[in-house]
């Protein structure tokens, strides 16, 4: 699906002034070279001549300088939504009225993650009346919600002597989801039992017989809004009887910049981001989506028991767009449920003091002893030693004997051997 922008007319760069392109400066040069020879020889031809260079330079400049083309941009994505790590393909679209003259642009794009070179710009001429694009493919993009734009646009004087940025106003979203790593393991578990796929069934069905409801907490699917009980209230009510129609899973992504060691200033934004947090996310995901194609909800939390994302078979997409979301020292406030009796719980983490160690231990359910996978951060030369306190081997060490399952990792090991290990989506 495609989802253009709405058009908009080039204005001109505050604080960018109108300047000779290389040919222009090559002209400037030249034409004071010819004047002072010429002056030197007292041949005035010679002096007249590289005047007269030089005024065309000056009335280039102030050409571009006078008047804006009126040029129409717009911009979509190739897809709508793309996928951490993949790419995406932005199509510019830069149109010229035919009362117009034809214009010669230089285009360049303004994304958040990275800064594009001047060479990578896209040189064109706009026919009147006639329109031309620009491809851009953006590779290895972040996870998040990315403000792409303004788009700047070196219009270029009709002799190639001067040139003036302007931009097209605004900026587009662009959201990439985690990937999703499948490992084909979405066939219904048979430790489901009768009376829980009846529940699942029910749950997808849209069953009415309960009209218990609640307010509309972040992550659940609209098809759980109850229009009715929304329409007296005046604000979104899902059914409650919903809410706790599927078997349950949960997973524990904690969300501090000290629970993962590699984390460091993002570019230009100062963010703090983490690869190690970034594979976790990933892999939080994919477990997410596994279960729920095994017809389970699962709940994603914080270390503190705080709901990150709610994510059952028909809300995927909505349960990626908040993991889309989330950062290093993420503000989340939405409470959940103690974890119930016998609901697997699978805790995603790299380093942990002791105090967050017995913290995790009691998110457990009676009767779980729980999956932790540990990551390690080795892979990046500048995250600390492994060996150093509250690291993840001394977590590993101590979740192993606090009765968890313990599977140690790397954050840059293949996710599809984790999600297949025994414990992690099948007992």
């Not at 717009?74 to 009362?99: C, K, N, Y």
């Not at 457990?364 to 951060?377: E, F, K, N, S, T």
């Amino acid at each position: 699906m495609r989802r253009p922008t709405v058009p908009a007319r080039l204005v001109a760069v505050a604080g960018s002034w109108p300047l000779p392109t290389r040919r222009g400066t090559l002209a400037i040069v030249a034409g004071l070279v010819v004047a002072v020879v010429g002056y030197v020889l007292a041949a005035m031809p010679l002096v007249f001549a590289g005047v007269v260079l030089l005024a065309l330079v000056v009335a280039s400049v102030v050409s571009v300088a006078a008047s804006t083309p009126r040029v129409v941009v717009t911009r979509h994505f190739t897809p709508d939504r793309a996928v951490a790590g993949w790419s995406v393909v932005e199509t510019i679209t830069l149109t010229a009225p035919s009362a117009s003259g034809s214009v010669a642009v230089r285009v360049r794009e303004t994304v958040p993650w990275r800064i594009m070179a001047p060479f990578e710009a896209v040189a064109m001429v706009i026919e009147p009346g006639g329109l031309a694009r620009v491809v851009f493919e953006h590779v290895d993009l972040p996870r998040g919600r990315h403000r792409v734009g303004p788009t700047l646009v070196d219009v270029i004087e009709t002799f190639g002597l001067a040139r003036r940025r302007l931009a097209m106003p605004g900026r587009d979203e662009l959201l990439v989801f985690p990937e999703v790593v499948s490992v084909g393991g979405g066939r219904e578990s048979r430790s489901l039992g009768e009376g829980a796929r009846q529940r699942r069934d029910h749950s997808l069905a849209g069953g009415q017989d309960d009209p218990i409801t609640r307010e509309y907490r972040r992550g659940d699917p609209m098809r759980r809004v109850h229009w009715r009980a929304t329409a007296r209230q005046g604000e979104l009510m899902v059914r409650q009887e919903e809410q706790h129609g599927l078997p349950s899973v949960r997973v524990i992504l904690p969300v501090g910049r000290s629970h993962w060691r590699d984390w460091h200033p993002a570019l230009g934004s100062g963010v703090p981001v983490s690869d190690g947090f970034e594979w976790a996310v990933s892999l939080t995901a994919s477990i997410a989506v596994e279960f729920g194609l095994a017809g389970s909800q699962t709940r994603v939390v914080s270390l503190d028991g705080a709901t990150i994302a709610l994510h059952d078979p028909s809300t995927t997409p909505m349960f990626l767009e908040l993991l889309s979301d989330v950062v290093l020292d993420d503000e989340i406030d939405e409470p959940s449920p103690e974890a119930a009796p016998r609901e697997p719980v699978v805790a995603v983490v790299s380093s942990l003091t002791a105090a967050e160690l017995d913290r995790l231990g009691h998110a457990r359910g009676p009767g779980v002893a729980g999956v932790a996978i540990v990551v390690h951060l080795d892979a990046d030369l500048l995250t600390p030693d492994d060996r150093e306190r509250d690291s993840p081997r001394d977590v590993a060490k101590a979740l192993a004997e606090s009765g968890w399952r313990v599977i140690e990792t790397a954050s840059n090991a293949d996710r599809e051997p984790i999600l297949q290990t025994p414990g992690v989506l099948r007992g």
